[in-house]
């Protein structure tokens, strides 16, 4: 038994060490990535990818030399890591629970607002010293390129990404060829043509940030659910796996039948002892 629960817990703790690969592959992809811009997911993948791998393989290494203290200490930093991981997939479902975007007639795009997003999110995307580096981002890697041609026609009939829809266009709801009394949209007044300006100091281009932000967070929360149920099993075959590692330490630590005494244990089969002692007589 002992030898069955050490190897199953190995072999799963391979399986969540194979999946914190995917992980980290995600977390280094939004780094170097030229179309997402937006850096609020990348630090929490990296450091959840590293510390799955990190236990993963503190768990399969214990298991294989059966390690009592190992899996001790492994089955503790696991259950913290649950706990981690389940508190920071609510907190992505909570902050992320409000946007997605303003129907435009006639128009294939969404447009969206900064106020639709929860405060917090708000709070961090207008941080000018974090703006200005998510700015420069959008800048390098020639977004609003993609639509710099588009014909009236075009923009009718085509879509756009959050990021394409908040900063390389004003709002739909501007008027710039004749005089208007109505009150537009404050962002109307902060599109320039020059390509290095166009919209990207209007709030509808943080709220399109904020849009990639929250459809990112989501895909990555159903990824956390997987990673916290398959984490939940391993625990529960680790602790199963401990417990028998210990009762086998402590009931049977010698030789191969791991009796240090002539007279067994009250729970010894008695026609089994009754046996033993025959042979040893005859």
């Known amino acids: 038994m002992y030898r069955l ?3 199953v817990i190995g072999f799963l703790n391979l399986f969540t060490l194979l999946a914190s690969i995917p992980i980290i592959g995600a977390g280094l992809w939004m780094a170097r990535s030229s179309t997402t811009c937006e850096s609020f997911l990348q630090t929490p993948l990296l450091v959840l990818g590293f510390v799955i ?16 203290w190992a899996l001790w200490i492994y089955l503790l930093v696991m259950l913290v890591v649950i706990g981690a991981l ?6 992505g479902f909570v902050v992320t629970s409000q946007g997605g975007g303003r129907v435009i007639d006639g128009r294939l795009y969404k ?4 106020e639709d997003y929860s405060p917090w999110l708000r709070k961090r995307i207008e941080d000018p010293e974090y703006w200005n580096t998510i700015r420069a981002c959008i800048l390098n890697s020639k977004t609003c390129a993609a639509v ?3 014909t009236p026609i075009d923009y009718m009939q085509k879509d756009m990404s959050p990021i394409q829809s908040g900063c390389c266009k004003p709002p739909t709801s501007c008027v710039y060829n004749m005089v208007t009394t109505n009150v537009q949209d404050p962002d109307c007044y902060q599109w320039n043509n020059s390509p290095m300006l166009l919209c ?13 932000v929250r459809r990112d967070w989501h895909k990555l929360s159903v990824l956390n659910i997987v990673i916290l149920l398959l984490l939940i099993c391993v625990y529960s ?5 401990f417990r028998n590692a210990q009762r086998a330490e402590t009931d049977y630590p010698y030789d191969r039948n791991r009796m240090i005494k002539i007279r067994p244990r009250w729970d010894y089969p008695w026609w089994r002892w009754y046996h033993d002692q025959r042979e040893r007589l005859y």
Do not use: Q, R
């Open 53 to 68: 791998l990190v236990i993963s393989l503190a768990g399969f290494i214990g298991a294989c030399f059966h390690v009592v």
């Open 200 to 212: 990207y100091e209007c709030d509808s281009c943080k709220a399109g940030v904020l849009e990639s």
């Open 111 to 114: 447009e969206y607002k900064l």
């Open 148 to 150: 710099g041609n588009w």
């Open 86 to 91: 389940m508190a920071f997939t609510i907190f």
């Open 237 to 241: 075959i680790g602790c199963c796996a």
């Open 5 to 7: 629960s050490n190897t």
